[in-house]
Nanobody, 115 residues
Framework: QVQLVESGGGLVQPGGSLRLSCAASGILFNFYTMNWHRQAPGKQRELVAT???????NYADSVKGRFTISRDNRKNAVYLQMNTLRPEDTAVYYC?????????WGKGTLVTVSS
């Protein structure tokens, strides 16, 4: 079955950390560029972080220095380590896999940053 399944979201206080995971199945994971996007209430979805097949990374300015994307090709998984979380990081976080014209999305995991 071709799917992406996110996990690891939850409620965290400002300044705290969370680690999101995305498990891929049914795809040749090694070849895909993997992305994390987020969508806050009332806002458009935005690209947060990217990791290419060879392992190159890129981040939105708003998360640089606080978030780290990584992948484990043996486990068909991609991760997003989020540190020093802020209330404005509150959003549904989506995992996304891209290979040429093919694109897959997970259903998302909710991250709420609040005291």
């Amino acid at each position: 079955q071709v799917q992406l399944v996110e996990s690891g979201g939850g409620l965290v206080q400002p300044g705290g950390s969370l680690r999101l995971s995305c498990a891929a199945s049914g795809i040749l994971f090694n070849f895909y560029t993997m992305n994390w996007h987020r969508q806050a209430p009332g806002k458009q979805r935005e690209l947060v972080a990217t990791i290419t097949s060879p392992g190159g990374t890129n981040y939105a300015d708003s998360v640089k220095g606080r978030f780290t994307i990584s992948r484990d090709n043996r486990k068909n998984a991609v991760y997003l380590q989020m540190n020093t979380l802020r209330p404005e990081d509150t959003a549904v976080y989506y995992c996304n896999a891209v290979l040429g014209p093919r694109e897959l999305w997970g259903k998302g995991t909710l991250v709420t940053v609040s005291s």
